[in-house]
């Protein structure tokens, strides 16, 4: 370089620096305003510690867990910003360190152990703290899932460059973070049944729900239009069921069809490798096989199992259809005990949803099977209850409604024997609750509200506030095509507390295990779309889930988001760019 050259390069620079200092260091600088918020940030933006090019990763190499988090740390600093960091086990000068802390236990002046330290909740062992200073960044946890939020915090910190102004330093300033979520249970369904999503869309939702620091993956693996668990006692059921014949097109009234048959399903090997993908993300999978309505692909390939005898198609419209499992064939229990029993053996988690939604009662009432059952268990309808068939008819205490409530016993007792506990929609509410059902409240947040009253575990996705199949703008005309009904905007998602003081005693408020959004795909027939509904409605509901309600604020929020949305893009998932 000339003598001269560097004279204009000085003057460029400075003139830059004067212009808009923040624009240039915006683009390397690190900012802990995040979606979520986390609980806790003290920033001393007056001081930051460089990170370089070539910097190294240190972690303790023993722990398989933490060597996985460091290695994500890794792909993602270097995804977001092109920074390379090197990973360099145990090494003590490292600029970024991953400890595992663990808690010590009090000792007493004679040397002996002080009082045993109560359990961790659910939310404890997710914490932890994310230090920045002088020595570098620090992620420390007492469990490998904390550094994993803490690697995910630090990479929404990073300032995301375009792929042709990769960074060689990035300006971290002085921080610490305190963290750990609000709910144990944060929940996204994905609603497989009425479209297909191959596992590689499936493990790139898993990716945007632990971006979002989301721990469950509500599987919605059966629906009328389809089943797509394969069941190996079974094998024409999934092979069979998971076909329709073709699929409505627009508003389902008009009965205008593509004529295209349209399928799929999951194998058992494919189910487990999305266990095993979301497990290192640390999200469990809830698997949902919806019954005993919701039934119609199954009773296409085993119509004894419907109370008419069928013949039966795998539904090719949507809605709510009339035909259900038999409440009262003892070959019914016999199929649910095989298909969850298999489900059982697939996957680990401790939840396991059997729906329970919009199971139509006129087939029970007119079907000598059912009435048989009723007579023989001694069921009553409650007076006053008619149990008339429709969607209402879920709401009473008929004979028929309390029929469901037996299957369902009889489906917890044998999921207890494998060790978990049974999710149901909020309908199983009407028949009576058995004895550890957990609520997941969508028809508003009145089944949470009655499910908490009577001490049990609730999870909260009401439709109006949760379910992200409704549009996200008011003008129709700029979004995909959707479930029409009611807008879900953005700030009315964000607005959601799903703690109700004013309906809820603490203790039952206690039990609320969290919230979850739900995306059904009667309109969703694409990965495009799907994350287009998904985002970012997605970091609104996070909110929901990780912060506490006095933290919370939307216009805030927007401010926050446009960095999220930079790392969206470069994910490479589409999204919806206007907030309301
Ligand atoms: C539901 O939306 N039918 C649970
Ligand atoms: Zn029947």
């Not at 003139?15 to 624009?23: G, N, Q, R, Y």
């Not at 076909?243 to 399903?265: A, F, L, Q, S, W």
């Not at 189910?271 to 919806?290: G, T």
Request: glycine letters at 8%; charged letters at 25%.
């Amino acid at each position: 370089m000339t003598f001269q050259m560097r004279k204009i390069y000085l003057f460029l620079f400075f003139v830059s620096a004067f212009l808009c200092p923040s624009e240039a260091q915006n683009n390397v600088r690190a900012d802990y305003r995040i979606i979520p918020q986390p609980q806790r940030v003290e920033t001393d933006t007056t001081q930051a510690f460089t990170l370089r090019d070539g910097m190294t990763i240190s972690y303790d190499a023993a722990n398989s867990e933490v060597a996985r988090n460091a290695q994500f740390l890794q792909q993602w600093v270097a995804q977001a910003t092109g920074l390379r960091l090197t990973l360099a086990p145990t090494d003590k000068q490292a600029a970024v360190q991953l400890l595992l802390v663990q808690p010590t236990a009090k000792k007493t002046k004679k040397g002996k152990k002080g009082p045993v330290a109560a359990e961790p909740t659910e939310q404890e062992q997710e914490a932890y703290t994310l230090t920045v200073n002088a020595q570098g960044v620090t992620l420390s946890a007492r469990q490998p899932v904390g550094l994993f939020r803490a690697a995910q915090t630090l990479r929404k910190s990073l300032p995301v460059r375009p792929a042709s102004q990769q960074a060689e330093a990035l300006l971290l300033p002085f921080t610490t973070i305190q963290d750990q979520p609000r709910f144990s249970y944060r929940g996204v369904l994905l609603d497989c049944g009425r479209h297909f999503f191959t596992v590689e869309t499936i493990k790139q939702f898993l990716d945007v729900m632990a971006l979002h620091g989301c721990n469950q993956f509500h599987w919605h693996l059966t629906e009328d239009q389809g089943w797509r668990f394969e069941v190996k006692a079974l094998p024409r059921l999934a092979k069979e069921g998971s076909v329709r014949e073709k699929t409505v097109i627009g508003p389902g009234h008009m009965r205008i069809y593509d004529n295209i048959p349209y399928g799929g399903y999951y194998t058992q090997d494919e189910c487990r490798e999305v266990v095993r993908y979301a497990a290192e993300r640390y999200i469990n999978v809830v698997p949902e096989i919806d019954m005993p309505g919701h039934m119609q692909s199954a009773l296409h390939v085993f119509p004894n199992l419907g109370c008419t005898g069928g013949p039966y198609a795998v539904a090719t419209n949507w809605g709510v259809m009339r035909e259900v499992l038999c409440g009262g064939n003892p070959e019914t229990l016999d199929f649910l005990k095989t298909v969850f029993g298999e489900l059982c053996d697939v996957f680990p988690s401790k939840f396991i949803h059997i729906g329970g939604d919009e199971c139509p009662k006129e087939r029970w009432q007119k079907c000598a099977k059912c009435q048989a059952k009723i007579k023989e268990l001694g069921l009553t309808s409650d007076p006053k209850d008619d149990g008339k068939g429709g969607r209402g008819s879920q709401d009473g205490r008929s004979a028929e409604n309390k029929l469901q409530t037996y299957i369902n016993h009889e489906i917890e007792k044998f999921l207890a024997s494998r060790g978990r506990s049974l999710i149901g929609w909020d309908e199983i509410l009407s028949g009576g609750l058995t004895e550890n059902a957990i609520v997941m409240s969508w028809r508003g947040v009145k089944g949470g509200i009655q499910a908490a009253r009577q001490k049990h575990r609730v999870i909260m996705s009401p439709n109006v506030f949760a379910y992200i199949d409704h549009p996200q703008l008011k003008d129709y005309g700029k979004q995909p095509r959707t479930t029409d009904s009611y807008i879900v905007s953005c700030s009315k998602m964000h607005s959601f507390e799903p703690v109700l003081p004013d309906s809820l005693t603490a203790e039952e408020q206690q039990c609320i295990l969290g919230v979850q959004a739900n995306l059904w795909t009667e309109q969703v027939a694409y990965p495009e779309h799907a994350f287009y509904q998904l985002l970012p409605r997605l970091g609104a509901m996070s909110e929901v889930q990780w912060c506490r309600p006095e933290q919370k604020d939307f216009e805030d929020f927007k401010r926050r988001l446009p960095r999220l949305e930079k790392l969206y893009e470069r994910l490479g998932v589409p999204y919806c760019n206007q907030v309301e």
